[in-house]
């Protein structure tokens, strides 16, 4: 069945520091790919999306490129905030009839000032 | 545009206990999912409802079950509670069955002692 894999955490950063989060994953046929982020005490807020091979999703500056050859779907910032300090999740929607999404562990991010 | 909601914001049970918690999905979406979300985990699929009917479900047993209603608003029942059904619910949303982009509401805490 399909799985995301999310690298393990949790990640530290001083703020302006470059982030990178990996994620790979297990589908068959052509999955979409997301990244979701949830901060303290709140649900999971869409953060980027790519739908198929080689689309690059961007949003308030975090970037995420579909790579099919090596099925990643890595997370990138340049320089990230102290704002950014919250947990982040990979997940796929397949192509089946229900569209549901797969989720990885998900990783904390603390960015300190 | 209403987002997402659901209800109750926490929930306190104990076991053996049964359940009911409350999505309404956003304005003009006709599709909810359910998430269960365990602490320090990625959420996991529970069922998804299309046209007041089950559209396909995850690895949970039939003492979870759901309803939709004509207003597309759906409900999550849990009957015969155990400790393990502690987690946040989520619920999202979307505009139709197909449809990978999903919206989640701020979830519901259940605490089951």
């Known amino acids: 069945g399909d799985s995301v894999t999310q690298m393990e955490g949790p990640v530290t950063l001083s703020e302006e520091a470059f982030l990178t989060i990996n994620c790979t994953y297990t589908?068959?046929?052509?999955?979409?790919l997301f990244w979701y982020v949830q901060y303290p005490g709140e649900g999971l807020q869409l953060l980027l999306k790519?739908?198929?091979?080689?689309d690059k999703g961007s949003n308030k500056g975090f970037e995420a490129t579909y790579r099919k050859e090596t099925t990643s779907f890595h997370l990138e910032k340049g320089s990230v905030q102290v704002s950014d300090s919250a947990v982040y999740f990979c997940?796929?929607?397949?192509?089946?009839?229900?569209?549901?999404?797969?989720f990885g562990k998900g990783i904390t991010l603390s960015v300190r000032p | 545009e209403t987002g997402v909601t659901q209800s109750p914001t926490h929930l306190i049970k104990t076991r053996g206990q049964q359940v009911t918690l409350r999505c309404s999905s956003q304005?003009?979406?006709?599709?909810v999912s359910w998430y269960q979300q365990a602490l320090g985990q990625g959420p996991q699929f529970i069922f998804q409802?299309?046209?007041?009917?089950?559209?396909g479900r995850g690895n949970f047993p039939p003492r979870f079950s759901g309803l939709q209603f004509p207003n597309y608003s759906s409900e999550l029942n849990v009957n015969a509670l155990e400790l393990d059904d502690s987690a946040l619910y989520l619920c999202?949303?979307?505009?139709?069955?197909?449809?990978?982009?999903?919206?989640f509401g701020p979830g519901t805490r259940l605490t089951v002692l």
């Open positions: 589908a068959t046929g052509y999955p979409s």
């Open positions: 409802y299309y046209r007041e009917e089950e559209n």
């Open positions: 790519a739908t198929k091979a080689d």
């Open positions: 304005s003009g979406h006709n599709t």
């Open positions: 997940a796929l929607s397949g192509d089946g009839a229900n569209s549901k999404l797969t």
């Open positions: 999202a949303s979307s505009p139709g069955p197909g449809t990978s982009l999903q919206f």
